[in-house]
């Protein structure tokens, strides 16, 4: 891992891979500093904001505790997503795998999903899967708006837009599931670590 300093409340640790990152901010999230006011995931890093102590106490802390899988935390609640796959990139995204407009629905709804990070907007989180058959890129002309509840694919990630933005990833489907809504306790639906279930509908 790396640290950076990101001011005088924060440091950005980066590390060499997604599943490094994750673990990483599991073990932090799992094992609180009494200091830190927030930790906040990414693909490759993990910023963590602090107050009322020194840059090197942090620091020292981040370095000691230990990474977490998945398997060793209590699960959270999962989610499941109904899906009309109805996307203007299904079939090119069927193209992309070899598998055809029908087998990229399968290979959606067959498997489930992890929210690794959230960012973007409000709501919307990165979620990941083991099955790399998706993987695939974002589109070569982003689009300037995006409806919400698009649900897309960019990468190794899958992703459902909360609100209507530009974007440029690969839609194959739309859901009607608000991802953010003020008076829901979280706000956002995708938190970091929820497991996900896409449904054809």
């Known amino acids: 891992m790396r640290l950076l300093d990101m001011g005088d409340r924060a440091l950005l640790v980066e590390f060499d891979d997604l599943a490094s990152t994750l673990a990483h901010y599991r073990g932090l999230a799992a094992q609180p500093h009494p200091a830190v006011t927030d930790l906040v995931p990414a693909a490759r890093t993990v910023l963590v904001q602090f107050r009322g102590t020194r840059r090197d106490a942090v620091a020292a802390w981040v370095r000691a505790t230990a990474p977490l899988t998945a398997d060793e935390l209590p699960p959270a609640d999962p989610v499941t997503v109904p899906v009309r796959y109805d996307g203007p990139d299904l079939d090119e995204v069927g193209e992309l795998t070899g598998l055809g407009a029908d087998g990229v629905v399968a290979a959606h709804t067959g498997q489930v999903w992890t929210v690794a990070f959230a960012g973007f907007s409000p709501g919307f989180g990165y979620l990941v899967a083991a099955d790399d058959t998706l993987h695939v890129p974002r589109r070569a002309t982003p689009r300037t ?37 003020v008076d829901r306790d979280p706000p956002a639906l995708l938190q970091p670590g929820v497991t996900v279930t896409f449904v054809a509908v």
Do not use: K, N
Not at 154 to 159: D, K, L, Q, R
């Open 145 to 181: 708006r995006v409806p919400a509840g698009a649900v897309g694919l960019a990468g190794e990630f899958s992703g459902i837009y909360p609100r209507p933005s530009p974007g440029g990833w690969q839609l194959i489907g739309t859901t009607t599931e608000p991802m953010w809504d």
